[in-house]
């Protein structure tokens, strides 16, 4: 009976382990199978070049050049704002803080990861984007860098604590060194900490942006959604995460839109697992080393 | 091994619990689904006629007229409220699937055109919108405004309000003509979200059923072509059709209505029913009750 029970739970527990591969792999099977219907009457240049997103015209013109162009804008300033911001609060909390503080400030930043995206995107709705109409003297506040400020608050939970684990990681004994050779608390974290923890603080910022470019509802309610080429982060832009949601309740299954929004998936999907196997990479560097 | 049958009991309960949503589902409960413009709407309804029929048991959700259209079609509403008509396209698709579907008109909606209160723009024709939506006209002196660039707003593709205002607004009445929104429009995910811009931009053009037009923002007269007079949009211009912006709101049902949902629809067509189209203003089906006075 035993041997019996034991067959059952390690069965079960394989096919939970292997569950989440198979997943990933039906999810990226089903994306090609209903988005590459797209490119055989469409070329993929044509799709991923053109500047055109009418999708529910006859006949339908579907360029995404602007809907990429949106996502990576927002991406790109949630990046630049997010990464110091997160990179400073890590090494406080891991380095500087003394100790209560440190657990109130991982409790909060824990707190920042838990707040729902639509909940955020609200508040960015109501406060954030009359501000920086105000504050820029802009016809609309519905702009790229809205949603950037936003998205930044959305990524820095993320690049801190994986930060922050990396910082935890290096040995006490390369901090005990340094500051026996004479050094300050700032040069050994600047020489010594941050350059052994360096793969760790790469895939924090690589899941940071991976975070930030699948952000759906926020950045739909505060960026504008206008299908345009951005030429400043004080325009509307429109991300391809925004445009799959906003338009799949109407689409007719099988017909050319319905597959345009899948083919947005792929080239999604395809970002997203790009970063997500640079964080992986740099991670593993550090191991073979 | 214990351990076991409880894990047995316990599917055993989910088993029944879910045996138990689906009859309950099967009696007393309906699924309304659809337009964002008759959410509020429906929601009324349900909420009085569940008043009414304590052990019926109503979802009403929006997510725009497509979206309901397709749970319709993918059996997965009872009743789909839309603001728009079901496209040929979509009549075949429901007839594939063996759906019989009926068309109901349960109310009319006037689209009102909004901008910013310390706008002094006060009128516009059609010819004038559809400029300003195509990107045509892309100041307000154009259109005897301050000298400002105008900002315009539209709501999303799965709106049935962004499908009359491409047909009847931008394209002027022909369904496939070549205009089409202007790529610097702002798509508003919701009516709100648009109210909101709307009322805090003083260059703000924007669009939304008359059901939301709120003291923040300022409904524009647009030009009757047959009358030759600017009407404003309200529940009388509506209904006396002076006003040309307005549209029949439909419920779409995959068969003849039966049980639960037949008394349902009857309610919708009773005048307790009309008076509440005109309580959250909209314009009610017989131009009779446009006289009973909405309590707000």
Redesign the interface.
């Known amino acids: 009976m035993r041997k019996y029970y034991e067959f059952i739970v390690e069965s079960l527990i394989f096919i939970s382990g292997i569950a989440s591969i198979l997943f990933v792999l039906l999810i990226f099977i089903f994306l090609l199978k209903e988005g590459l219907m797209l490119f055989k009457d469409l070329g993929v240049f044509d799709f991923l070049l053109g500047t055109h997103w009418y999708p529910i015209s006859e006949p339908p013109r579907l360029g995404i050049l602007s809907l990429i162009l949106g996502s990576l804008w927002v991406t790109a300033g949630a990046t630049v704002i997010s990464v110091p911001l997160g990179i400073a609060c890590a090494i406080y909390i891991g380095e500087i803080a003394p100790g209560w503080l440190k657990e109130i400030l991982k409790a909060g930043v824990e707190l920042l990861a838990a707040i729902p995206s639509i909940v955020l995107g609200f508040i960015g709705l109501v406060t954030l984007v009359p501000l920086v109409k105000k504050l820029f003297g802009i016809s609309t506040g519905l702009t790229a860098f809205s949603g950037s400020l936003m998205l930044a608050f959305m990524a820095m939970p993320t690049i801190v604590s994986i930060m922050e684990d990396a910082l935890n990681t290096v040995p006490k004994s390369y901090r005990e060194g340094s500051i026996a050779m004479g050094a300050t608390q700032w040069q050994t974290i600047r020489r010594i900490v941050l350059p052994s923890a360096s793969s760790g603080i790469i895939a924090a910022i690589m899941l940071g942006i991976g975070r930030v470019i699948g952000e759906t509802m926020a950045v739909m309610m505060i960026t504008g959604n206008a299908a345009i080429i951005p030429h400043s982060f004080f325009q509307p832009v429109r991300t391809m995460t925004a445009t799959i949601a906003a338009e799949m309740g109407e689409t007719v299954q099988g017909s050319q839109h319905y597959s345009a929004l899948f083919a947005i998936g792929i080239v999604l999907f395809t970002i997203t697992f790009m970063i997500n196997l640079t964080a992986d990479l740099s991670l593993h560097g550090k191991k073979a080393r | ?1 214990r351990r ?1 049958i409880y894990f047995l009991h316990f599917f055993l309960l989910l088993f029944l619990l879910f045996q138990f949503q689906a009859f309950a589902k099967e009696t007393n409960s309906i699924q309304i689904k659809g337009s964002d413009t008759m959410v509020n709407l429906g929601q009324a309804w349900a909420e009085s006629f569940m008043e009414q029929n304590p052990n019926a048991l109503i979802a009403v959700t929006g ?2 007229s ?2 309901g259209i ?1 749970a319709l079609i993918n059996g997965s509403c009872d009743i789909a409220q839309s603001s728009r008509d079901m496209s040929p ?2 009549y075949k ?1 429901a007839k594939s699937k063996n759906l019989d579907v009926k068309e109901m008109t349960v109310g009319i909606d006037a689209i009102a055109m909004v901008v910013n209160p310390d706008n002094p723009v006060e009128e516009l024709t059609l010819d004038q919108l559809s400029d300003i939506f195509t990107g045509k006209i892309t100041n307000w002196k154009e259109v005897s405004g301050k000298d ?2 105008i ?1 315009v707003l539209s709501r ?3 709106s049935g309000t962004h ?1 009359y205002v ?1 047909e009847d607004v931008v394209r002027k009445g022909k369904k ?1 003509g070549p205009e ?1 929104f202007a ?7 919701s009516s709100q ?1 648009l109210e ?2 709307v009322s ?2 003083k ?2 053009i924007g669009y939304f059923g008359l059901g939301y037009l709120t003291s923040k923002v300022k409904a524009l007269r647009v030009l009757n072509p047959n009358t030759n007079t600017y009407v404003a949009p309200s529940v009388e211009t509506a209904t006396n059709e002076t006003y040309p912006l307005s549209r029949p709101l439909h419920f779409y049902l995959p068969r003849q209505p039966e049980g639960i949902v037949k008394q349902f629809v009857d309610f919708v067509f009773s005048d307790k029913g009309q008076l509440i189209v005109l309580e959250t203003n909209f314009v009610p089906l017989k131009k009779e009750q446009v006289q009973v006075q909405p309590k707000s």
Do not use: D, I, Y
């Open positions: 091994m076991v997510g725009g497509g979206t397709t396209k979509e698709l400002e660039a900002l999303e593709r799965n499908v491409l496939e089409e790529a610097s429009v702002l798509m508003m995910p979200a909101q811009e805090s931009s260059a703000a």
